[in-house]
């Protein structure tokens, strides 16, 4: 006897960078289509545009209006990471469709990159491991003082999802703590700083973590920068596009701040030829949430958040709400 008719797979399109066990995953539940490896990806929209029910897709790459207005029967973007600045969010909106992420299942590592930052940028590990490994310590060379971490006030620019998680991990490091955002967070212990230069005059450490995008571009500029002043540090972990990054080249390499820890950058992966020559700044391949446990909880939300779509007509998590 033939088996009972099964729905027929959805069609989704890949157009992001995703885990290849995840890709796995997809291709053995839905009709999946990798854009990129279609040789002419334009050709593919144009003639097969229509088909496409669902998109997957990454933070770092996210998805232009004009790939969304290429499927013209496009009902759920599911991206893995919790950044939204390169998904043109309006226009699905525009079009009444899903749109889920990953947020909360990334902030613990997120927040645990953001102190590691901060540890080693202020303490200058990175940079002794350096010296041991030159043999400067076994000459004798003394490796310089640093700056104490614990007890140390933390400027915090931006109090959402991680900005809290940071928060917490500061009170085992007994971290006085303000904040900047544009509106003050409820039900925090935190005060609220509405000026940001303020807060850089006031912080030694200032950690980035506000949504990326045209909102933030630029929100730390030379004016912020110089309110940190020679003995304060910054790290990012946001996007590169918050910081002024020409700007802060030019504090660091005229030591205007002390140091910096940076996950992300303007330009990724291009980093300022100028950062590699200093001691004083940490740089790492935007590799904040990049654990396997993590990564392995973003691409199950990823894939769940499509299921739940397809069978129950809403994602898990909306970027949408
Ligand atoms: P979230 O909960 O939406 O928090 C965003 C924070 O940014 C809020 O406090 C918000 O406060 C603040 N903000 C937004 N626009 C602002 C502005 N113009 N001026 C000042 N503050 C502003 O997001 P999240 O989950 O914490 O994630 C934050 C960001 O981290 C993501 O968007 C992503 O870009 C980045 N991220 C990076 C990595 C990595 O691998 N390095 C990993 C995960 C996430 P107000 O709205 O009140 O201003
Ligand atoms: C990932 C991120 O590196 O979630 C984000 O916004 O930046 C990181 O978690 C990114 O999602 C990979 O595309």
Redesign the pocket.
């Known amino acids: 006897m033939a088996p009972p008719p099964t729905a027929l797979p959805h069609r989704v399109l890949n157009v992001g960078r995703l885990p290849p066990p995840l890709m796995q995953r997809l291709q053995a539940a839905h009709d999946l289509v990798d854009l990129a490896a279609q040789p002419d990806a334009a050709a593919w929209l144009a003639a097969h545009g229509s088909t496409v029910e669902a998109v997957v897709t990454s933070?770092a790459v996210g998805i232009t209006g004009d790939t969304i207005d290429a499927l013209p029967n496009l009902r759920v973007i599911s991206s893995f990471?919790?950044?939204?600045?390169r998904l043109d969010v309006e226009r699905a909106r525009a079009r009444g469709i899903a749109v889920g992420y990953t947020?909360d299942v990334?902030?613990d590592c997120?927040a645990d990159a953001a102190f590691g930052l901060v540890i080693d940028a202020a303490r200058g590990l990175s940079a002794a491991d350096r010296h041991v490994r030159r043999g400067d310590w076994a000459r004798g060379v003394a490796y310089p003082l640093a700056r104490k971490v614990s007890g140390a006030k933390l400027g915090l620019?931006?109090?959402?999802?991680?900005?809290r998680t940071i928060a917490h991990r500061s009170t085992g490091f007994d971290m006085p703590l303000r904040y900047?955002?544009?509106?003050p967070v409820p039900d925090v212990p935190w005060p609220h700083e509405p000026s940001l230069v303020d807060l850089a005059h006031w912080a030694d450490i200032l950690v980035v973590?506000?949504?990326?995008g045209p909102?933030?571009r630029h929100?730390v500029d030379a004016a912020v920068l110089d309110a940190l002043g020679p003995e304060g540090f910054i790290v990012n972990?946001?996007?590169g596009s918050v910081i002024d990054e020409a700007a802060l080249v030019r504090a660091l390499v005229e030591r205007r701040i002390a140091g910096a820890g940076l996950?992300?950058f303007e330009h990724e992966p291009n980093v300022p030829a100028e950062l590699l020559a200093l001691d004083t700044v940490v740089l790492l391949p935007?590799?904040?949430?990049a654990t396997r446990e993590t990564r392995q909880a973003m691409a199950d939300r990823v894939f769940d958040n499509l299921d739940r779509f397809f069978t129950e007509g809403r994602v898990i998590s909306s970027a949408l709400d």
Do not use: E, F, K
């Open positions: 933070a990471g919790v950044g939204l600045d947020p990334l902030n997120v620019v931006g109090l959402g999802r991680i900005g900047h955002a544009r509106r973590i506000t949504a990326g909102g933030t929100l972990v946001a996007r996950d992300v935007h590799i904040a949430s």
